[in-house]
């Protein structure tokens, strides 16, 4: 057996790791993104009013709303998204000699195939998580769990629901073709100078992300409202109606709601994801040699 599952289910591990860590993050930037720039009292001014008026209002567990649909849906992301890479990573290096890297455009085009794979896969995952996360739950108000939720979604919209907002998710298929590239041909560069630790895993990791973050918000908040259930007048028809309705009624800010706390969680998420994704390779390859499903003699790291 090849690499590609020991990636997978090392990748998949990162990620529940980083969710686990960052998930009051994810509830604050999802809900500053969904915002439609009101001021009610209700509405958060920062990422430091949303924590303390989530606090207030629903208590810690309102900063974990939708944690096990959002670990469920890392773990498949991260699984899928690394079995696709790395197999689409083997037949460009098969025609390369020995130690030759991987271009930039491969890279991109490895990641561009493996996104697109993650999202047909895990987009309705995501649109009930971000449902239960921007959901604020009323006293007394019936706690809701991810089958319910995808269930209610799909009773009322039908599949078209649990894919809502899919074209923008396809085009920040971008964000991670951004962030793996950065990453990798820093990660080559950096390696022919010395070995890589943790730590550089970790910085490498952060810094990725904050490219990539930092270049696709728009579409990631685009995305983000049309997944969640909105009222007829409000409702963005397609990815450049919303662009265009965010800017008539709240401008280029409008674009940018949650950014700050966006890139601290993506960032960090980021950051955790890599530095655990390596410490746990050696781990799955070490259970898929003591399963039998792959040979001792194959067990060294790619």
Known sequence: MS???AHALSGAGGGIVAMTLTYPLVSISSRLQVQRGGQGKDEYKNAADAFFKILAKEGPKGLYSGL???IFGIAITNGVYYYCYEAVKAVF???????????????MLAGAIAGSAVVLATHPIWTVNTRLT?????EGEKEQNALEMGAAILKKEGLAGLYSGVGAALVLVINPIIQYTVFEQIKNKVAKFRTLGNFDFFLLGALSKLVATGLTYPY?????????????DEKYTSMLDGFKKIFATEGIAGFYGGLKSKIVQSVLTAAFLFMAKEVLFDWAVWMLVIAGARK???AAKA
């Open 93 to 107: 290096e098969k025609a390369k000699t020995k130690n030759q890297q991987m271009s930039t455009a491969e890279s």
């Open 296 to 298: 001792r003699v194959a």
């Open 134 to 138: 921007v959901r604020k739950k009323e």
């Open 68 to 70: 096990s649909s959002g």
């Open 3 to 5: 690499d590609n599952v």
């Open 220 to 232: 990631i908040v685009v995305k983000s409202r049309m997944q969640i259930s909105q009222k007829d």
